[in-house]
């Protein structure tokens, strides 16, 4: 689950993380407000989840009050794009209205999990404001990392190597120890999958502070959190992928004109890699899981056929916990009472597969069979192409 930036300097402020001083508005009259409050010279961020902002014209300086309600009603219901929202864009209802800070240097820092090792990650960088992944791509000596076992915890050893690696010295390098130290137990505590920090900036004086942050959180641990679930922005998320949550199913919206509907993420991801193969895109990511029932395969088929720019849907199912009968019952209650005429790629193999391909030819309805993966693909981006 993703954040936005105010409300993760919210939760990092609480730690005792250093964030500069502001507030969030929903309209322009508010924003000039919060800036006379803040002195005048303050920043107007607009609050989306994605980063780029200020490559978009979503990020503005203003030297007044006055400004600072102009610059918010210019980004204030604007369609904001940047390379992480794609063409479409996000609507923009809300910004951070924060002090102007005095910079003298802007730094990197994050942590995630890294997978490879199943160990949290810290990384810096004095290459900070820019996009990490370009840094990791064409600089990588530029990045020092240090891993954290949880059994341990976060040490003087780990917080040292990072500091210097910045290029901090002598007290700095005691006020990174404390940064970073508040902002791995509050990573830990919250059940984070990402704390990013990027800018860390350098003040005139000597100070370390949050300009921004982005934190995501691990959806599977967020029934420990009531108070950060309560934080989900549902404006910032897909209609579809919205409601499929709802009914336990893991949904993203893609690109492509194929639907796939697939049990099983290492299934799903070998169905999207063949449709690529057979020269076709998928439209979308949709794993029903092992145990989905009939109602579940019928609110995923409902939630698939959503998609307009879907022109053929290829049902790729193994047979496992989930039944083949128990699939071919979900997809005919689902086709008959949505009356999809879009073309149905159906490849099923496993527990019951006879049981389920005879309900499917007696159903009466057009359903295309497919011998295997392979074929299953050409016929889906054969029939979408067509459609």
């Known amino acids: 689950?993703?954040?936005?930036?105010?409300?993760?300097?919210?939760?990092?402020?609480?730690?005792?993380?250093?964030?500069?001083?502001?507030?969030?508005?929903?309209?322009?009259?508010?924003?000039g407000a919060i800036a006379q409050e803040l002195g005048g010279r303050v920043v107007v961020k607009a609050q989306i989840h994605a980063g780029g902002r200020g490559k978009g014209g979503g990020v503005k300086l203003a030297k007044s009050p006055d400004e600072a309600e102009q610059m918010a009603s210019?980004?204030?219901?604007?369609?904001?794009?940047?390379?992480?929202?794609?063409?479409?864009?996000?609507?923009?209802?809300?910004?951070?209205?924060?002090?102007?800070?005095?910079?003298?240097?802007?730094?990197?820092?994050?942590i995630v999990i890294d997978r490879a090792v199943g160990l949290p990650v810290l990384m810096a960088s004095g290459a900070g404001g820019m996009e990490i992944e370009e840094v990791a791509r064409t600089r990588p000596d530029a990045i020092v990392k240090a891993h954290v076992d949880p059994a341990t915890g976060i040490r003087g050893f780990h917080t040292r190597k990072l500091g210097f690696g910045l290029?901090?010295?002598?007290?700095?390098?005691?006020?990174?120890?404390?940064?970073?130290?508040?902002?791995?137990?509050?990573?830990?505590?919250?059940?984070?999958?990402l704390a990013e920090i990027n800018p860390l900036v350098v003040t005139g004086d000597g100070?370390?502070?949050?300009?921004?942050?982005?934190?995501?959180?691990?959806?599977?641990?967020?029934?420990?959190?009531?108070?950060?679930?309560?934080?989900?922005?549902?404006?910032?998320e897909s209609p579809l992928e919205v409601e499929a949550s709802r009914y336990s199913l893991n949904y993203i919206k893609l690109d492509g004109t194929v639907g796939?509907?697939?049990?099983?993420?290492?299934?799903?991801?070998?169905?999207?890699?063949?449709?690529?193969?057979?020269?076709?895109?998928?439209?979308?990511?949709?794993?029903?899981?092992?145990?989905?029932?009939?109602?579940?395969?019928?609110?995923?088929?409902?939630?698939?056929?959503?998609?307009?720019?879907v022109k053929a849907v290829l049902i790729n199912i193994f047979g496992g916990i989930l039944r083949c009968d128990r699939l071919a019952e979900g997809v005919i209650k689902a086709v008959k009472s949505l009356g999809v005429t879009l073309p149905i790629v159906i490849r099923m193999e496993g527990t019951?597969?006879?049981?389920?391909?005879?309900?499917?030819?007696?159903?009466?309805?057009n359903f295309l069979g497919a011998t295997g993966?392979?074929?299953a693909a050409r016929k889906a981006v054969r029939a979408a192409r067509a459609a």
């Open 207 to 236: 100070r370390l502070l949050a300009l921004d942050a982005k934190m995501n959180f691990d959806d599977n641990a967020l029934f420990r959190h009531p108070e950060i679930q309560a934080l989900r922005d549902l404006d910032e």
């Open 74 to 110: 210019q980004i204030l219901g604007m369609m904001l794009r940047t390379h992480q929202t794609g063409p479409e864009g996000q609507r923009v209802k809300r910004v951070l209205v924060e002090e102007g800070m005095d910079i003298r240097q802007e730094l990197y820092l994050g």
């Open 260 to 309: 796939c509907m697939v049990n099983g993420a290492g299934l799903a991801m070998a169905t999207m890699d063949i449709i690529k193969l057979a020269g076709g895109e998928a439209a979308n990511f949709l794993d029903v899981g092992g145990g989905a029932s009939a109602e579940q395969i019928e609110n995923a088929f409902r939630i698939l056929i959503s998609d307009p720019s």
């Open 352 to 365: 019951n597969v006879e049981l389920g391909q005879r309900m499917l030819a007696e159903s009466g309805l």
């Open 373 to 375: 993966m392979q074929d």
């Open 1 to 31: 689950m993703k954040i936005h930036e105010y409300q993760a300097k919210a939760i990092l402020a609480d730690a005792g993380v250093s964030v500069p001083r502001g507030r969030v508005a929903t309209t322009a009259s508010e924003a």
């Open 167 to 193: 290029g901090l010295r002598g007290d700095q390098v005691k006020a990174a120890g404390d940064f970073l130290t508040r902002l791995y137990r509050t990573f830990e505590q919250t059940d984070c999958s």
